[in-house]
């Protein structure tokens, strides 16, 4: 007998505007044929018969609906129409949006930053010339800049006199949770998520407020200069739920260092080519 297909719960800030955003970044990663995407989709729409480059955001938004258990993606908006203190119910400035706290913009990074990253790349990162912007954000004078590569995702914290580049991580397939892949001296946080990850917070095992909200979005999560990690480890809140899981030290990867030289250009290197934007 079939398993039926896992249901998430809806966050507990759910929007309809958020839920948008996560059905057209499903409708990209389709479309790219990105495995944990492919996988999401013939769990909860397997009669879905749209071609890969042609996979439509009526059907992205029908996985996100019966991601969260609804049969429909009308049924999910009449859902979230009706929720005390939904969106509609109240002005648009009344709530500070993570997005807007963090300045995101997707798909995007700045010429001069790509160039500083490509500069301070070594062979253990993939060639920077197929790197590709997801997003960048910045907080306290700190930016955080996600590249997709062919070897997985790249996280990179610029700040005005130093680059520290991560390990290239794999995406986290379905049901897999959240996975820290990146932290730095700086507080920065920042790892992948599974599809059916839509927030995220990371907290302190011993002080439970959420020290460090975080952006979701393409598979990855970023919290810029969030909290130090340090011998306690942390924990990982999803999706609004009352419960995290907490991460040991030991399960996370060594804090990441910038190189230990500063001049513009790696030493005794040939120039790798930035990526295109």
């Known amino acids: 007998m079939p398993t039926p297909p896992q249901i998430v719960p809806l966050p507990e800030r759910a929007s309809l505007e958020q839920l948008k955003k996560r059905a057209k ?4 990663a389709v479309r790219s044929q990105q495995p944990t995407a492919l996988a999401l989709v013939a769990r909860h729409a397997p009669e879905s018969r749209d071609p890969l480059v042609e996979f439509s955001l009526d059907t992205a938004q029908l996985v996100i609906a019966r991601l969260h258990g609804f049969p429909s993606w009308p049924r999910l908006r009449q859902h979230l129409a009706a929720r005390p203190g939904a969106p509609g119910d109240q002005p648009r400035s009344a709530t500070r949006r993570v997005e807007d706290f963090y300045r995101l913009r997707t798909g995007w990074a700045s010429a001069a930053d790509v160039r500083r990253c490509a500069a301070v790349a ?28 062919p070897d997985g995702v790249v996280f990179a914290e610029l700040t005005p006199k130093r680059v520290t580049l991560s390990q290239p991580a794999v995406g986290a397939s379905a049901g897999e949770g ?11 946080i920042a790892g992948v998520v599974a599809p059916e990850v839509g927030s995220l917070v990371v907290e302190r095992p011993a002080d439970r407020r959420p020290l460090g909200w975080t952006l979701v979005a393409d598979g990855v999560f970023v919290a810029p200069n969030a909290f130090l990690v340090d011998s306690t480890g942390l924990v990982l809140r999803t ?28 030493p005794s290197r040939t120039p790798r080519s930035p990526p295109r934007i």
């Open 239 to 266: 999706n609004g739920g009352p419960k995290g899981e907490i991460v040991p030290v030991a399960a996370l990867p060594a804090r990441a260092r910038p190189p230990s030289w500063t001049g513009p250009h790696r």
């Open 122 to 149: 070594t062979p253990a990162q993939p060639d920077p010339a197929h790197w590709q912007p997801l997003l960048t954000a910045r907080r306290n004078g700190i930016r955080v800049i996600a590249f997709g590569s």
């Open 25 to 28: 970044e499903l409708q990209r």
């Open 178 to 188: 959240a996975s820290v892949t990146f932290h730095t001296e700086f507080g920065t």
